[in-house]
């Protein structure tokens, strides 16, 4: 009794502690990647302890940029998420997302979106305090060009103190790497520019 008691709590350590390598070998792998990312731009990777997700925290066209990382529960186990925010000053507000997180989530609000195609299909929609002004946005071929290098996407938050962007990535430790991340980060950039001309 006594025996299977020790091998059966050693089994459950010895699967606890691989878990945990697992883990911190995964981000670690994240960890060296933003660390690549840093010295692309002006920023610094911080870290709070052993298992924690690494953070960055940077500049990048003279905008402070925060890259975080994140993990949520959905049908089919679990996902990764990467969130990207941007302090900057925009002159429009608005919130685009995607229609089918949308219905995930069971938003009761997905009606008052104004639904916008991308690559020919409904994808996304969007919320805006002035839809007029910023519907003609998204005739422009440009925009929806910058809109199709991010897709696809959970949302994009635009408020008049800056942009939070978040995507499901798989593969974190490959899909961080230097240059991908930092073309994500390029894209949401030109997205900006375009949404704000």
């Given at each position: 009794?006594?025996?299977?008691?020790?091998?059966?709590?050693?089994?459950?350590?010895?699967?606890w502690i691989s878990l945990n390598v697992l883990r911190k070998l995964h981000w670690d792998a994240i960890h060296l990647n933003l660390l690549e990312l840093a010295d692309s731009l002006s920023g610094k990777v911080i870290r709070n302890g052993f298992f924690s997700r690494p953070i960055f925290h940077g500049s990048c066209q003279d905008t402070d940029l925060t890259v975080n990382f994140s993990s949520e529960k959905v049908r089919k186990g679990r996902t990764n998420l990467i969130d990207i925010s941007l302090a900057m000053n925009i002159h429009r507000s608005a919130t685009i997302s995607s229609l089918d997180w949308l219905k995930e989530r069971g938003e009761k609000s997905i009606t008052e979106y104004e639904t916008f195609l991308v690559s020919g299909q409904p994808f996304y929609g969007i919320r805006t305090d002035n839809y007029p002004a910023v519907q003609s946005k998204f005739k422009d071929k440009n925009?929806?060009?910058s809109i199709e290098k991010l897709h696809p996407f959970r949302f994009i938050f635009i408020s008049r103190q800056g942009i939070l962007?978040?995507?499901?990535?798989?593969?974190?430790?490959?899909?961080?790497?230097h240059p991908r991340i930092k073309e994500l980060i390029d894209n949401l950039f030109?997205?900006?520019?375009?949404?704000?001309?």
């Open positions: 009794m006594l025996l299977t008691l020790v091998i059966a709590f050693g089994s459950v350590l010895v699967i925009l929806m060009e962007f978040e995507k499901e990535m798989e593969n974190l430790p490959q899909n961080t790497r030109v997205f900006i520019q375009r949404f704000e001309i």
